[in-house]
């Protein structure tokens, strides 16, 4: 999805490029107006471009199964057909049409899902047969659901409601309802799996508070308030894949991290009026009407990025990169060091370093994932420039689009008016 536009108000073809992590964010993809791009994610915070179309098709959805070639498209010039390739043979393996604009498209390895307006069409990944179409749902125009990465643990959420945060889980394997959660007063804007898929990460479009679910139990485990000055439309949640981070994206500058355990009380001086106030809770939580107990309690971000620019819609990561004797990870005798990456329509990405005691991350690199192709489209249209001129100069027709020899394209230059000739005092006297 030509991130940030045209398609629908999640970004798709919304003014810049479509960017989007892999399932266990080894890798990204970028669906662009000259194709679709994969990135491979290095140890030393690099990225690596691995494969480019360059089929001249404006691509706004694109999703790769884990590390393989599988790759699902959706264009600009055919917004309702889905496109499954074998990216390495650049091969098409079929194209499935459908009633409405593709909102969205998932995979795991069981799985593929596509999302419309008001309708998911669950597909078997192995052999592309519809299984299952969940239809009339409620308006979702900006295609929001989830899938988990786990296919023991098969399950889809997506908007149960247009006027509240309620959430329908589907078993994808199974293919029956699962079950209903009441998440939020104000609609759905975000929702993220955890890597085991046992737990659901959502937030609402107030943007203020950020809640995690256990499924199928309905239980709710986390509840995180990202800030009391404002409300903010969130973007994009994203789980590390141990489970005990949750990264959170939103329309301003700042990327929120929060840490999934428990609290730890000590006897240290409260940080700030808030925390104050919440050991106050603790303390008196009885006395207190339950909804301003539930404020207070509410847990606060660990960690947290600022980034350079704002105003892109943006995806995150959480990963770890391996360091230590052969990069073997802490398993083999090396360490793990935690990297925020936040992906933005601009095209950047950006790697941040995620301490072990959170606070603010430090940019580590930035990388302009299309620079290349901007270069080349530059060094393209030169070219076309300078033969268009060339054209021109030559004297045999067809001359191009300019034409040297031709006055309405090259006017004649006026000559200056003479002035007259100054007298020269070298000359003789003529004779009388």
């Not at 690099?46 to 999703?63: F, K, M, N, P």
């Not at 669950?122 to 299984?131: A, D, G, S, T």
């Not at 293919?175 to 085991?196: M, Q, T």
């Amino acid at each position: 999805m030509s991130l940030g536009g045209g398609l629908n108000t999640d970004g798709s073809n919304a003014g810049g490029i479509f960017v989007q992590f892999n399932q266990d964010y080894t890798s990204l993809v970028a669906g662009s107006s000259s194709g679709y791009h994969l990135f491979a994610l290095t140890p030393d915070d690099g990225v690596d471009e691995i494969y480019a179309s360059r089929s001249g098709q404006d691509t706004c959805l694109v999703d790769r199964l884990f590390s393989s070639s599988l790759v699902a498209i959706v264009t600009v010039a055919a917004p309702r057909k889905l496109i499954v390739c074998q990216c390495k043979k650049g091969m098409e393996i079929c194209n499935y049409s459908y009633s409405n604009t593709i909102l969205a498209v998932k995979l795991n390895r069981s799985r593929l899902v596509v999302c419309l307006e008001e309708s998911l069409h669950i597909h078997n990944i192995r052999n592309m047969k519809l299984l299952h179409t969940i239809r009339d749902t409620p308006p979702n125009p900006r295609g929001l659901c989830a899938l988990t990465a786990n296919e023991d643990c098969c399950y889809m959420a997506y908007p149960g409601s247009s006027a509240v945060g309620e959430v329908q889980i589907f078993d994808a394997v199974h293919l029956n309802a699962k079950c209903v959660l009441s998440a939020h007063d104000s609609p759905l804007a975000a929702l993220a799996w955890s890597a085991c898929g046992r737990r659901l990460a959502t937030a609402s479009e107030r943007g203020t508070v950020i809640r995690v679910f256990a499924v199928p139990e309905r239980t709710r485990l986390f509840e995180f308030r990202r800030g009391v000055k404002r409300c903010v439309s969130i973007g994009c949640l994203a789980f590390s894949a141990c489970g005990q981070l949750l990264a959170a994206t939103s329309n301003t500058e700042t990327v929120h991290v929060f840490r999934l355990c428990e609290p730890v009380r000590d006897e240290a001086e409260p940080d700030g009026w808030l925390g104050w106030l919440s050991q106050a809770v603790t303390a008196g939580a009885g006395y207190l009407p339950g909804a301003v107990a539930d404020v207070l309690a509410q847990g606060r971000a660990f960690a947290s990025a600022r980034l350079p620019e704002s105003g892109h819609r943006t995806v995150v990561a959480i990963t770890n990169v391996a360091k230590g004797p052969g990069a073997g990870g802490a398993g083999r005798g090396g360490t793990a060091d935690a990297r925020l990456l936040v992906a933005s329509s601009a095209g950047v990405l950006y790697v941040y370093a995620l301490a072990a005691e959170g606070g603010e991350c430090v940019l580590l690199r930035t990388h302009r994932l299309l620079e290349r192709d901007a270069r080349a489209d530059r060094v393209h249209e030169e070219s076309e420039r300078a033969l268009e001129l060339g054209a021109a100069a030559s004297g045999s027709p067809p001359r191009g689009a300019f034409d040297l020899r031709d006055p309405q394209h090259f006017p004649a230059m006026r000559a200056p008016h003479a002035a007259p000739p100054a007298p020269d005092a070298a000359a003789p006297a003529s004779a009388d």
